[in-house]
């Protein structure tokens, strides 16, 4: 049985470019969630997607946008990126919207030169 | 923002010995999940205690919860080699639909041999 999947796991951008990230939430998932974990501190949440839809977002600008596909992989979007965007990005699924237990993925490491 | 603050930040142990981490935080919640990080990549899930649990315990882990003074610790009996990693803290707050993790900044136990 698969667990979440991220690809790539390795990106280097430079500033202003645009970037997408991808997840292949665990096998019976409907929910994914995105997290962005600067070095030495904690994930913080970006936003949830189920039913294809943004449902809950943080504190995160527009330039970061996603979409959830039929088969319920995800994508996440980063437009005019920043020095600071640079981060380990994390998705994590779910069983459904209601269950409390996230699985994470081993991550994408993007750097922002 | 990070809800939870973990203390200590780092903790350094012999093998054999018990590790202690310390998380508290600031809003109602309906869950608090423990995880673990190895050298920055993916995050386990280790344990969940709901709001209305005050103890639980899975193999060498135990969790307690006090609600009353929004604080939380978790327990490794037996430390091993291979327990060091980064542990993460993570509240599911009353006020969200739920899925939305804020999580502390971490503790970095290192166990030596």
């Known amino acids: 049985d698969a667990g979440v999947t991220q690809s790539p796991t390795h990106l280097i951008k430079t500033r202003g470019q645009q970037v997408t990230l991808r997840c292949s939430p665990k096998s019976g998932h409907d929910t994914v969630s995105w997290y962005q974990q600067a070095l030495g501190q904690g994930p913080q949440f970006i936003f949830q997607y189920y039913e294809e839809e943004e449902r809950q977002r943080g504190n995160f600008p527009d330039r970061f946008s996603g979409h959830q596909f039929p088969n319920y992989s995800s994508e996440l979007n980063v437009n005019a990126l920043l020095l600071g965007d640079s981060a380990l990005y994390l998705c994590a699924s779910s069983l459904d919207r209601f269950t409390d237990t996230q699985y994470f993925g081993p991550g994408t490491r993007l750097t922002v030169l | 923002s990070q809800q939870g603050e973990e203390d200590p930040q780092a903790l350094s142990i012999q093998e054999g010995e018990n590790a202690t981490m310390n998380c508290s935080y600031k809003t109602s919640i309906n869950n608090l999940q423990w995880y673990r990080q190895n050298s920055g990549r993916g995050l386990v899930h280790l344990i969940l205690?709901?709001?209305?649990?005050r103890e639980k315990h899975s193999g060498r882990l135990r969790v307690t919860l006090d609600t009353s003074k929004k604080s939380s610790s978790l327990l490794i009996t037996a430390s091993r080699a291979a327990d060091t990693a980064s542990y993460f803290c993570a509240t599911d707050a009353i006020y969200n639909q739920g899925g939305k993790l804020i999580f502390g900044q971490g503790t970095e136990l290192s166990v030596k041999p």
């Open positions: 205690i709901r709001s209305n649990e």
